[in-house]
């Protein structure tokens, strides 16, 4: 599975802006990772492709949206009231799986996309 992101770039608090992810080769779910300097990866959302459904992290839920359009086989990340907390390199990450609440990585990673949030 090759994943390619795009979309990142800077914004002001409080703006919006999405990160698109396609994906070569079939996956059963999507997901989204993000890593500030200095910080561990940690997870942001997901979605799976059998019924749909969406995953979020409890700092990102209510502001940002994880949707597939499964014709072009890509996965989107809509951001908004963006805080500069949000700055971070995000990942697109291929079948991440979830452990008792808690979800870890797939082993196929794009390139990453740097989003910057100024205050």
Known sequence: VQLKESGGG????GESLKLSCSASGRTFRMGWFRQAPGKE???VAAFTTTG????????????FTVSRDNA??????Q???????DTAVYYCNADPMEF?????????WGQGTQVTVSS
């Open 41 to 43: 990866r940690e997870f």
């Open 52 to 63: 749909g459904s969406t995953h979020y992290a409890a700092s990102v839920k209510g502001r």
């Open 79 to 85: 951001m908004n009231r963006l805080k500069p907390e």
């Open 10 to 13: 800077l914004v002001q608090a």
């Open 72 to 77: 072009k086989n890509t996965v989107y990340l």
């Open 100 to 108: 008792g609440g808690r979800w870890a990585s797939g082993d196929y």
